[in-house]
């Protein structure tokens, strides 16, 4: 069983910057992909980024591409959301998510594993 855990959360102002971090409890070929779903309140899950452990190949949502990167430590076992130009509609939890796969469309549906969440708040 893949356990993603996150850090980095917090509250920021809008424009401001935050990174969030992600690492998980085995890397086998169930946590090929990595990335990242967010929640804003009263609104449904929206996948934000994932990226394929090892390799350039990361996707986006439209919503965040030029603003958010996804990235990971030489090793492949950290993975990084760098988010900047924050506005106060990127507020919500944050759910770092893996499983064997990567897709273009970021679904809920293709993502076995999911952390607890990390909430970010960005305030106008």
């Known amino acids: 069983q893949v356990q993603p855990v996150e850090s980095g959360g917090g509250s920021v102002q809008a424009g401001g910057s935050l990174r969030l971090s992600c690492t998980a409890s085995?890397?086998?070929?169930?946590?090929?992909?990595m990335g990242w779903f967010r929640q804003a309140p009263g609104k449904e899950r929206e996948g934000v980024a994932t990226?394929?452990?090892?390799?350039?190949?990361?996707y986006y949502a439209d919503t965040v591409k030029g603003r958010f990167t996804i990235s990971q430590d030489n090793a492949a076992t950290t993975v990084y959301l760098q988010m900047s130009a924050l506005k106060p509609e990127d507020t919500g939890m944050y759910y770092c998510?893996?499983?064997?796969?990567?897709?273009?469309?970021?679904?809920?549906?293709?993502?076995?594993?999911w952390g607890q969440g990390t909430q970010v708040t960005v305030s106008s």
């Open positions: 990226i394929y452990r090892g390799s350039a190949v990361t």
């Open positions: 998510v893996a499983d064997s796969q990567c897709y273009a469309e970021i679904r809920e549906i293709d993502f076995r594993y």
């Open positions: 085995e890397y086998t070929y169930r946590s090929n992909c």
